[in-house]
């Protein structure tokens, strides 16, 4: 089986461009799911388990942040690793963050290796 992989931000171009990167990786992706903002993505990961998330930070509704902490009060959804991807980009911000349990952080722009890299590291080399 192929990756899962949830992209939250509320920017659809910005949604399209990580998609689109995602699959310059190379890497075997079976899905790629995309929510406005954390309260949608709460919505979908109901309904659907994915490998890794992919986030930004600055969203109305819900900020990354704030699905970050309602990842963690979830039994289930508590150990599904998450990935900022944003502009800012505060040593202590990042911290706070880490501190919060994310898995990794990647700066706008990014690119399909710093993508590929930070899945790799995050849930380990695919061998299927």
Known sequence: MAYTIMVVDDSETIRSVLE?????????????LEAPNGKEALVKLADDWVDI?????????????????????DVELRDVPVVIVSTEGS????????KKGIRGY?????TPESIRDIIINTLGEWDG
């Open 91 to 98: 040593q202590t911000r990042i911290e706070e963050l880490r």
């Open 106 to 110: 990647l700066r706008k722009p990014f």
């Open 20 to 32: 689109r990167t995602i699959k310059m990786t190379k890497l075997p992706v079976d899905r790629i």
């Open 53 to 73: 998330i992919f986030t930004d930070l600055n969203m109305p509704e819900m900020s990354g942040s704030e699905l970050v902490d309602a990842l963690n009060e």
